[in-house]
């Protein structure tokens, strides 16, 4: 574990990373949010967040490199919200590592 960890240390590095996650909280759920050039769906999918039964969850949105992604554009979204107050992180990866990569790369991230 540690190799892959040493491996991932450079990309982490090199990651953006913003938000707030109140761990004080106690989410025992994280919901992973993995996009790739999803400017134009992002709205509906954290639409379609707000609207789920239970909200017992943290929120990671992960960008994987995308060329047009707006960090700020997604964390006015989340700052609107006043269901993820406290509790998202947005990150874009500094290159695209594909899906399980960049859940890789993010997952010492997720608290849950």
Do not use: H
Not at 44 to 56: A, F, G, H, P, V
Not at 63 to 74: A, G, H, T, W, Y
Not at 79 to 85: E, L, Q, T
């Amino acid at each position: 574990m540690r190799d892959q960890a040493s491996k991932l240390s450079w990309l982490r590095k090199d990651r953006v990373v913003s938000g707030f996650l109140n761990l004080d909280l106690n989410f025992k759920t994280t919901v992973y949010l993995g996009i790739y050039n999803g400017d134009k769906y992002i709205v509906d999918r954290i639409k379609e967040l707000e609207n789920q039964t239970s909200q017992d969850f943290f929120l990671i949105v992960a960008d994987n490199c995308s060329r047009e992604f707006k960090l700020d554009f997604v964390e006015k979204q989340l700052k609107s919200s006043s269901v993820f107050a406290n509790r998202y992180l947005i990150v874009q990866n500094p290159v695209n590592l594909g899906a399980i990569g960049s859940f890789q790369l993010n997952l010492d991230l997720v608290p849950s």
